[in-house]
């Protein structure tokens, strides 16, 4: 099935998608918690940087952790919106093969995507693993007996690079790859503005959201962490964070 992408209907789902994005943005902005943050972050970062209060080492503490889960979340929004797109044009579905986000046939060929936000996603085992699960995605459809042609295609986000085959799969990136799943040449620029739907509003709503949670985790570190004199207790606070498991 190939149709002609209708911007329409892109735009409403972006529209739609997007305001999960933010919902889901602010809903972890609630759900912090401090002794959870204060574990998984690198204490010496922070004393190296020079901190010395409460509120500068809680702000750059939550915006590590929020920055990490913005990632994810925008991440699965690609994901979400290529799919819609190559749904739309070529009939695809989400793919049942392990690591494989879409699939669809175009042309006789039956291919397998990949969906990575940017280009220096992951480290060299999981680059590996993405070999392995294009080897025996490939060999699975193979050994069907229905399928005889298969395309395995790491799609890229955005960036800038030249297009390239590994041996295992076709690596297009930004507007290769979004011309390769909705046949348009300019997509890459027309989701721009959707993705941008009520970002105001939303920012508003997070800013405030985060303010009260900082406010909150202030209060639990000065509670917690701080010296009798006001200073941050670093010494207790990497006792916390990387002390023997009985302390």
């Known amino acids: 099935m190939d149709n002609t992408l209708d911007m329409a209907e892109v735009t409403r789902f972006a529209n739609k998608s997007i305001q999960l994005f933010h919902k889901s943005k602010i809903a972890k902005i609630s759900t912090l918690k401090l002794k959870d943050i204060l574990r998984k972050k690198n204490p010496y970062l922070f004393r190296a940087k020079g901190i010395q209060n409460a509120n500068e080492l809680v702000n750059g ?12 979340l925008f991440g699965q929004f690609l994901e979400d919106l290529a799919l819609f797109i190559a749904s739309s044009t070529y009939g695809a579905a989400k793919s049942s ?8 046939v175009h042309e006789g060929e039956h291919n397998l995507i990949s969906v990575k936000s940017g280009v220096n996603w992951g480290n060299s085992s999981q680059h590996t693993k993405l070999d392995d699960n294009f080897r ?12 005889k042609h298969v395309k395995a295609v790491l799609g890229i986000a955005y960036g800038k690079t030249k297009y390239r085959y590994t041996g295992v799969y076709h ?3 930004g507007q290769q790859f979004w011309h390769f799943i909705s046949g348009s040449e300019s997509l890459y620029i027309d989701i721009i503005e959707p993705i941008g739907y ?5 920012n508003e709503s997070y ?3 985060k303010a009260k949670a900082v406010n909150l985790l202030v209060k639990e570190l000065l509670a917690d962490f701080c010296l009798v004199d006001g200073g941050i207790d670093w010494e207790k606070l990497v006792r916390f964070n990387s002390g023997n498991m009985e302390q």
């Open 61 to 72: 503490i939550v915006e590590a952790t929020i920055s990490s889960s913005e990632e994810t």
């Open 97 to 104: 093969a392990n690591g494989i986000d879409i699939e669809f």
């Open 136 to 147: 025996k995605a490939k060999q699975t459809l193979i050994q069907s007996g229905h399928v």
């Open 171 to 173: 690596k297009l990136v």
């Open 198 to 202: 009520m970002t105001k509003e939303k």
């Open 207 to 209: 800013y405030s959201e």
